[in-house]
């Protein structure tokens, strides 16, 4: 909520190499997942993207009941620090244990075709069972704490740098597994997924003993007034909606935005690795997209404090849609290049607004709370309805992009496009939002 405060409140440098540590690694755990399970469930168990789609769904059933259950935990204890390490240390170990997988499904099947069925149904079980920790640590924990020790005039800065890691996350976790490539005589691409596994979940180890050191807990006020049970049901009743008008408007066009983000996100690498989009030379296009759409996000997330969400949140709306149109139409490296690069920095500037206004409307006495409601209409929502969609419009088209890759469909560039009309509603919420603006109204402390 705003504090009154009309100069910025300035953090420690301690605190923001922590908020950068915890977001960067948190982010590339959460891309190893997002999208490096991807290829490797269908690199080495030859999984159809329904697979994929079931994958994605689960982890997000996993991550919306872990974060409201340790959210209300954390705040009836007032602790936060304690989640974050314990999560972040355990989260490292369930990653390393995916360098198992493919040893321990071919050592318990009885031939070839039972060990890739063994280890899809494994790797989805695990990647719950990672998901777990990691949204206890970074889901719920993390960000609760970083709701706690901001304020409605650093929020931007601090979304804008936020919002940049789940994409740098992805250009260190792809660009280093390059170092680990193994091509086949046949020209086939693969990788030393046990080694990957075993660097990226030692990292995230080696984070959470640095956050044990450095990190100050927040201690927010317990809260003990209610049972454990009726705060978990406090954020989705009728009665805080009303007296949270605001914060209910920004998730509901968070949630539309994200999603239009799933439509495509699951397979967006899966899309520009096809052989006749850019191949293994994808790196070499996101990358530098990446870069630019970071830059952009960590320097409008500065705008953000100073405009307000309404105003702020018009271009990287305008820039995604752009990024879509272009995608969908354009298949040659440089049309790529251009679409991922409005594309990206349109999704990263648009998170930036929409988190840093869902902190500032979030009721600081039940900030874990928030994170659980939070992930269950921007995450839940999205990717049980997105990835379905672009599974759909892939599996039934037969024009621009489709094809068949082995025995299953590639995804078809209309996914983008489909991506862009579900963005286009995220207009109609924002009305609602705007119009809630003029009337003065935000949400009220109870």
């Known amino acids: 909520m705003a504090n009154g405060a009309t100069a910025r409140t300035r953090l420690k440098g301690k605190t923001w190499f922590l908020i950068v540590l915890l977001a960067l690694m948190g982010q590339v755990a959460w891309a190893v997942e997002n999208n490096f399970f991807n290829l490797f469930i269908q690199d080495v168990f030859g999984a159809s993207l329904s697979d994929v789609a079931l994958m994605v769904s689960a982890s997000a059933l996993t991550a ?16 936060r620090k304690v989640f974050v390490v314990a999560g972040t240390l355990v989260w490292g170990l369930s990653i390393c244990a995916f360098a198992a997988l493919q040893n321990v499904s071919a050592a318990l099947a009885r031939d070839a075709a039972a060990a890739a069925t ?8 695990f990647d719950c069972l990672m998901t777990f920790f990691g949204s206890l640590a970074n889901d719920a924990c993390f960000n609760a704490w970083m709701t706690d020790i901001t304020d409605d005039t650093n929020r931007g800065r601090v979304e804008g740098v936020n919002s940049a890691m789940p994409l740098l ?3 260190l976790v792809f660009g280093g597994a390059m170092f680990l490539m193994i091509v086949g005589d046949d020209g086939s691409v693969t990788y030393n997924y046990p080694l990957f596994f075993t660097i990226i979940g030692g990292l995230v180890i080696a984070t959470g003993v640095l956050t044990a050191v450095l990190m100050e807990d927040s201690r927010p006020e317990p809260r003990k007034d209610a049972s454990y049970f009726a705060e978990l049901s406090y954020g989705f009743r009728p009665s805080s909606a009303r007296n949270n008008r605001m914060l209910y408007l920004v998730l509901a066009g968070y949630c539309v ?22 191949g293994e030379n994808y790196v070499l296009v996101m990358a530098p997209c990446i870069i630019i759409a970071a830059v952009f996000t960590i320097l409008y997330g500065r705008q953000v404090d100073r405009w307000g969400f309404s105003k702020s949140v018009i271009l990287p709306l305008v820039f995604f849609l752009v990024g879509c149109g272009l995608l969908t139409a354009l298949s040659d490296m440089a049309g790529v290049f251009a679409g991922s690069m409005f594309m ?12 840093a206004a869902i902190r500032n409307n979030t009721p600081l006495d039940r900030v874990g709370l928030y994170q659980g ?19 759909s419009v892939s599996a039934s088209s037969g024009v621009v992009g489709f094809g068949v890759v082995g025995d299953g469909f590639a995804p078809s560039s ?11 509603f995220t207009f109609v919420v924002l009305f609602f939002i705007r119009r809630e603006e003029r009337r003065g109204k935000g949400p009220e402390q109870e």
């Open 169 to 171: 996350s992805m250009l």
């Open 414 to 424: 209309l996914i983008f496009a489909a991506g862009a009309v579900v963005a286009l």
């Open 118 to 125: 063994l280890g899809i149904t494994l790797t989805i079980v």
């Open 373 to 391: 409601v939070r992930i269950f209409m921007v995450v839940l929502v999205p990717m049980l309805v997105g990835p379905w969609i672009g599974s």
């Open 64 to 79: 919306t009941a872990t974060t409201l259950l340790v959210g209300v935990w954390s705040d009836r204890v007032g602790r």
């Open 344 to 355: 990206l920095a349109g999704y990263l500037g648009a998170v930036a607004c929409f988190g």
């Open 257 to 278: 935005f994200a999603i239009a983000m799933q439509v495509f996100m699951p397979y967006y690498v899966l899309y520009l690795r096809l052989p006749y989009i850019l």
